[in-house]
Nanobody
């Protein structure tokens, strides 16, 4: 089983990124999926979750600028981040919580 995140990079404040997480070795279409992030020197924190039927839910800090979506035909989930801020800098991970599968993460760096 592999979860492969991509789409991170170096962006300026106010920019946007769309992170992808493609699963292999597992059909995630019937699974809830989560996104986490870990800022430098801080604990990993949940950004939000998307249910198997495509309903997203977000932690308070993520409402408004973060959008989680999924494409079951591509066995993938996505995290759109708009109006990026320096505090969004960190490694972003996708996670399949029922089996505790994690990707390797993708680095997001927001420069001011």
């Amino acid at each position: 089983v592999q979860l492969l995140e991509s789409g991170g990079g170096l962006v300026q404040v106010g920019g946007s990124l769309r992170l992808s997480c493609v699963a292999s070795g597992i059909d995630i279409s019937n699974n809830r999926m989560t996104w986490y992030r870990q800022a430098p020197g801080k604990q990993r924190e949940m950004v939000g979750v998307i249910t198997s039927d495509g309903t997203p839910r977000y932690l308070d800090f993520a409402r408004g600028r973060f959008t989680i979506s999924r494409d079951n035909a591509k066995n993938a989930v996505y995290l759109q981040i708009d109006n990026l801020k320096p505090e969004d800098t960190g490694v972003y991970y996708c996670n399949e919580p029922d089996h505790y599968y994690w990707g390797q993460g993708t680095q997001v760096t927001v420069s001011s």
